[in-house]
Nanobody
Framework: QVQLVESGGGLVQAGGSLRLSCAAS????????MGWFRQAPGKEREFVAR????????YYADSVNDRFTISRDNAKNTVYLQMHSLKPEDTAVYYC?????????????????WGQGTQVTVSS
């Protein structure tokens, strides 16, 4: 059983920065790609970013490209999401998820374990 625990959310002013962390339990962390998703009130959960198992490739939603950076430290079983130039529309609960394979994908059904989420609120 894999457990994912997010942290680092909070309240920030527009233009500010936050770094989210997601700590994973279990072995073989480096085998699977990891992703970040978010869900705003009244909206569906959406893809934000993903990173391959070895960390060699990253992919982003257009809405966060050039502002967010996903990274991972396989020695610490942790994946990060560095967020800069935050906007009010970035307000959401952010979830990390483990992909079913080493490559990952944008679709939610490509992920088999999810964290409980961490709230990010960006004030204008």
């Amino acid at each position: 059983q894999v457990q994912l625990v997010e942290s680092g959310g909070g309240l920030v002013q527009a233009g500010g920065s936050l770094r989210l962390s997601c700590a994973a339990s279990g072995s073989s962390f480096s085998i699977n790609a990891m992703g970040w998703f978010r869900q705003a009130p009244g909206k569906e959960r959406e893809f934000v970013a993903r990173i391959t198992g070895n960390g060699g490739r990253t992919y982003y939603a257009d809405s966060v490209n050039d502002r967010f950076t996903i990274s991972r430290d396989n020695a610490k079983n942790t994946v990060y999401l560095q967020m800069h130039s935050l906007k009010p529309e970035d307000t959401a609960v952010y979830y990390c998820a483990r992909a079913r394979d080493s490559w990952g994908q944008r679709a939610m059904d490509g992920y088999d374990y999810w964290g409980q989420g961490t709230q990010v609120t960006v004030s204008s």
